[in-house]
């Protein structure tokens, strides 16, 4: 169900309480349509739910390999989710010839711009050296998408 921010959280009382304190501020009442959602979600059959994390699974190794094929990406293995955050800093006083990479909203910038496909600044997690980007998608996408990557930041000198 990504996207629809509708969580919740098993925790010990001390853990839970705080975590309600910033929910709190961050957020506010779910549509009706994302609780209907959660319902039929948590109501799924349990062979549904073994089939995505096959597929996100399969998803996950394929982005990991391909996108550690990218020259100047350390690339980590997600435990979790389905995010990859390589460290980009290598990228950082590259040039094109005209766009110069300062740090990871440059790079993500560039890799919107010259490859058309979108990542997430590590900046906005609080770790500027990284890229997030998502492989809740289709395998042919996801080689399209890193194939892309591969041939607009080989260009960076």
Not at 113 to 124: D, F, I, R, W
Not at 129 to 141: G, H, I, V
Request: aromatic share 8%; with cysteine; charged share 20%.
């Amino acid at each position: 169900m990504t996207g629809w921010r509708i969580g919740y959280i098993a925790a010990p009382k001390w853990i839970a309480k705080a975590c309600n304190k910033i929910q709190g501020q961050l957020t506010s009442g779910a549509s009706s349509i994302s609780q209907m959602a959660s319902v039929a979600a948590l109501n799924i059959q349990t062979n549904d739910i073994s089939e995505m994390v096959v597929a996100f699974k399969r998803r996950r190794d394929l982005v990991v390999k391909l996108t550690s094929e990218i020259e100047g990406m350390k690339v980590n293995v997600p435990e979790g989710a389905f995010y990859l955050f390589p460290e980009v800093s290598s990228f950082f006083g590259r040039s094109d010839g005209q766009v110069i990479i300062k740090d990871s909203s440059d790079l993500a910038m560039y890799i919107l711009e010259k490859a058309h496909v979108a990542t997430v600044p590590g900046s906005a997690f609080g770790s500027d050296d990284y890229l997030r980007f998502s492989y809740a998608t289709s395998d042919e996408k996801l080689k399209e998408a890193i194939a892309r990557m591969k041939k607009v930041l080989s260009q960076l000198q």
